[in-house]
């Protein structure tokens, strides 16, 4: 068994919040899925330098995503998992949101465009986890956008409802940052398994890794609000019908 250090550290009042998203363009899914990977800041270098370690002794190179699942890192991820599901929610928690996007009234709320409705949701993703007594710094997964200022008003509009705890708000190619590739990989798994995507035994055996390390028996159930480790939000869009 693998013992990792730096499980523990003081509670942090800063966290580091890594984002990326899947199935919002794919016309075959019904469900997207907008994650997010809370770090505390003050453990984010100890975290990342046990990830690069498990990299290493797997002989992992490149970009982690979901989609470039192999056997040969299949092992890999059962240890990364292993780690990131015994951190202690304070360190690390993951949260996504899980949208029907059948039931999005893009006309009604959103002016006709998917994309706006993509921040809106971004929007409620984070607003509920971010505490008036703490301090976040957010990285988004970059994606083309046809409004260059989604980004900056996503911010201006947290900051309104959470005041002012948003230190750094900006997005990043997932290449340049692990965490981010994290997240792709559970978010892609949850998105895959919703959608009933996934085809492949490999990725299948990946994401029964990623339920299994945080004690589920699957990846598609919704979680209650205050499930503090790994939360899956199933937006209702119904209920206001």
Not at 37 to 55: G, H, M, Y
Not at 214 to 226: A, G, I, R
């Amino acid at each position: 068994m693998t013992i990792f250090k730096g499980l523990i550290k003081r509670r942090s009042n800063t966290y580091n919040i890594y984002c990326d998203e899947s199935s919002v363009d794919n016309p075959r899914a019904n469900f997207m899925i907008i994650g997010a990977l809370f770090v505390a800041r003050d453990n984010t270098p100890n975290i990342k330098s046990e990830i690069k370690k498990l990299q290493n002794k797997h002989h992992i190179r490149g970009e982690l995503k979901w989609v470039k699942a192999s056997e040969k890192s299949l092992e890999f991820y059962r240890e990364l998992f292993s780690y990131l599901s015994a951190l202690k929610p304070s360190n690390l928690f993951y949260r996504c949101i899980v949208v029907d996007k059948r039931l999005v009234d893009y006309k009604g709320y959103h002016n006709e465009d998917k994309e706006l409705a993509f921040y809106k949701f971004y929007y409620q993703l984070l607003k509920h986890k971010l505490e008036k007594d703490k301090n976040y710094y957010i990285f988004l997964d970059f994606r083309p956008s046809r409004a260059k200022s989604r980004v900056r008003r996503l911010k201006r509009f947290l900051t309104f409802v959470c005041g002012n705890v948003i230190k750094h708000m900006q997005a990043y190619p997932s290449s340049d940052n692990v965490f981010i590739q994290i997240t792709d990989v559970i978010t892609g798994a949850i998105g895959s398994s919703r959608n009933k995507l996934v085809k492949s035994k490999i990725k299948e055996k990946l994401a029964s890794i990623i339920a299994k390390s945080f004690k589920k028996q699957n990846l598609e159930f919704c979680s209650p609000f205050n499930e503090e480790k790994f939360n899956i939000f199933c937006i209702d869009l119904e209920k206001n019908k």
